[in-house]
């Protein structure tokens, strides 16, 4: 009786359809915040301090720990918009939001609170790894080419996507008779006290080992490894939007 009530009445009708938006706008706002904080805390709890500062951003560690970081939420969210509405843009949308919010965050709290120049703690883009793992999808419509080529395409584009940004603070300088990069120069000008000095000299290792340098392997590594978090983490997304969540819900 209630149902045919429901249905012959435009009033109902159209106050049914206004809570309907705002259950899905304030569904979005949970799961844009959920997207956002997975992140923070993966990064936070993988990349750290090589993520934030400019004299950590070096070559050995960066294109591992920041490939893997990131991973583990934009392959989720891709997961869904694929699984869910076949949209290959997910992880583009997902990257383009948490670069957003990181520029926000780093400019209002440590540039505008403590007084950190941007030049010392701009956050990394992911967009264009994002849209190469897109891209990948989105040409091979299939799960396997995906995890081995999307994972590959994503970490093989970090470094040099971010190395623009990063290339003239890498430029060597003298001050006080010591030569040194513009990053260390502005990492001792801005001391950090819960950051142990002695763990940046991290350029030295086994990793060094093809042609003396650390980059091509650690780039290389952040490709196989990214093969099993993408794995993973689209199986991890592909349970989130499966429908018998939302029914317990």
Known sequence: MQTQTIRTSPELQKEGLAVGKRIQFVAWVIIGMTVTVGTFASQSLLEGDWSFWIDWKDRRYFPILGVISYMLMLVSVQAACWIKARLPVGMTLCAVGINL?????????????????????????????????????LLSRKLLLTYLFGAYAFALTFYPANWVMIAPFHQPIEALGQ???????????????????????????????????????????????????????????????????????
């Open 101 to 137: 919010w990181q520029w926000f965050e780093r400019y209002v709290n440590w540039w505008g609170w403590f007084g950190y120049p941007m030049n010392e703690l701009f956050p990394e883009t992911v967009i264009p790894c994002a849209i190469a793992a897109d891209c990948v999808l």
């Open 179 to 249: 030569t040194l990069s513009l990053a260390d120069y502005i990492g001792f000008s801005y001391v950090r006290s819960a950051i142990p000095e002695y763990l940046r000299m991290i350029e030295s290792g086994t990793l060094r080992t093809f042609e003396g340098g650390a980059l091509g392997p650690a780039i290389f590594f952040s490709g196989v490894v990214g093969i099993f978090i993408y794995a993973i983490f689209w199986w991890i997304g592909d349970q989130c939007t499966r429908n018998r969540w939302v029914k317990k819900i």
